[in-house]
């Protein structure tokens, strides 16, 4: 529906929206106060932030540059509209003139944590992590937002190669805000990095006693007994604490495709492959991309010489996405397996048209000439 864009905001960013926009249609000038612009800019950041996650629509630019436009037609010198046009400038990655605007902003507002915390956010993306951190260290002295903030330091760490200083801003991070997503990850990540998956274990079952209903604090937990489990010779007991944690996500969220995806690999880990088969079967509901998951269900069939049930597998991904080439070569190597040889070099030839960059379909396809004692030809194609 239309007005789903208006889904978490209260009446008033709506009215204040849908108003200016009807004026942009008509071409009315309402009189908006400078509060009200902020709303209305604001709103077209959060909206361009959130389709920047998937696709950045031509759409969503215009209506914040025209928001802008309009607001500093009306107020040319307001400290605030002037922010978010350097906002704007970033976004555009134009950096340059974005940095005018917030260090003229600095030396006229230098307690100003908006300014500040928008400065840490240009210099990284200029990596520049120094100076980033010493601007989110100002940006954080009015204690708003420190979730984020905390996990921006614990970044900016890590791109510089410090992870125990990166480890203590993710917690940091966590403990400031429990549904900080990324410093989640970030700090389960970089514990595994630093051969410290015990020490996440403790973390994130600490974590999850306090926020039960985290989906991403279970997986977490899942991942890191995952990590202790490969550093231990495959420890069997850690790879099933691992699934318990992954189910406990997926009871809080059955849709994490994520979670159905390690608990097979840990089924595999524990070779129970057809456990592992059903449970990529169960997460094809909510796959974003279902071809990639029959592929890899065709795969565990291969690995058991199951030739024929793989083969199915892999034709329903084929017919998901036709130019799924890794998919037509592995279907190519069931066809030669199961002895349907003309039908396997229709097979080879075609997965290797759609990838002939990858030297791996040219061997295999030259192995299937070799087999069958065609070595001019063989020879040819190397």
Excluded at 51 to 71: F, G, V
Aim: include cysteine.
């Amino acid at each position: 529906m239309k007005n789903d864009r208006f889904k978490g905001y209260d009446a008033e960013v709506r009215r204040l929206v849908l108003d200016f926009e009807a004026g942009q249609r008509q071409g009315l000038q309402h009189y908006f106060d400078p509060d009200e612009m902020e709303i209305i800019i604001d709103f077209y950041l959060d909206a361009l932030d959130n389709t920047a996650r998937k696709t950045t629509l031509p759409s969503d630019t215009r209506r914040l540059e025209r928001s802008i436009a309009y607001a500093e037609r009306l107020f040319p010198d307001a400290p605030g509209i002037r922010l978010r046009k350097a906002h704007l400038y970033s976004i555009q990655g134009r950096y340059d003139q974005a940095m005018r605007i917030l260090h003229e902003l600095e030396h006229i507002e230098p307690d100003n944590t908006d300014v500040q915390y928008a400065l840490g956010t240009i210099y990284s993306a200029l990596d520049q992590p120094r100076k980033a951190i010493q601007y989110y260290m100002q940006a954080a002295r009015d204690g708003y937002q420190l979730g984020t903030i905390y996990g921006n330091m614990g970044d900016e760490y890590y791109r510089m190669g410090r992870l125990e200083d990166a480890l203590r801003y993710y917690k940091k991070s966590a403990a400031r805000n429990a549904s900080e997503e990324r410093s989640l990850h970030n700090l389960e990540a970089t514990c595994d990095e630093l051969n410290m998956n015990a020490e996440a274990i403790d973390f994130f079952k600490h974590f999850v006693r306090q926020n039960p209903y985290s989906h991403i604090g279970w997986f977490c937990l899942g991942r890191a007994y995952m990590g202790f489990a490969d550093r231990h010779d495959g420890d069997h007991g850690s790879y099933v604490e691992a699934i318990e944690a992954f189910r406990f996500a997926l009871t809080i969220d059955s849709r994490y495709f994520d979670a159905y995806v390690l608990i097979a690999e840990c089924q595999q880990a524990l070779h129970d492959s057809m456990e592992a088969v059903a449970t990529l079967r169960e997460s094809l509901n909510c796959a974003a991309d279902a071809a990639n998951v029959l592929f890899s269900i065709a795969t565990i069939y291969m690995g058991q010489d199951n030739y024929q049930t793989a083969s199915i597998y892999l034709q329903q991904a084929t017919e998901r996405d036709p130019y799924f080439s890794e998919a037509w070569l592995k279907l190519a190597e069931c066809h030669e397996a199961l002895g349907y040889l003309d039908d396997a070099e229709a097979l080879y030839q075609r997965s290797l048209g759609m990838n002939e960059e990858n030297d791996e379909f040219w061997l295999l396809y030259a192995d299937f000439l070799i087999a069958r004692q065609r070595y001019d030809e063989a020879s040819a194609l190397m």
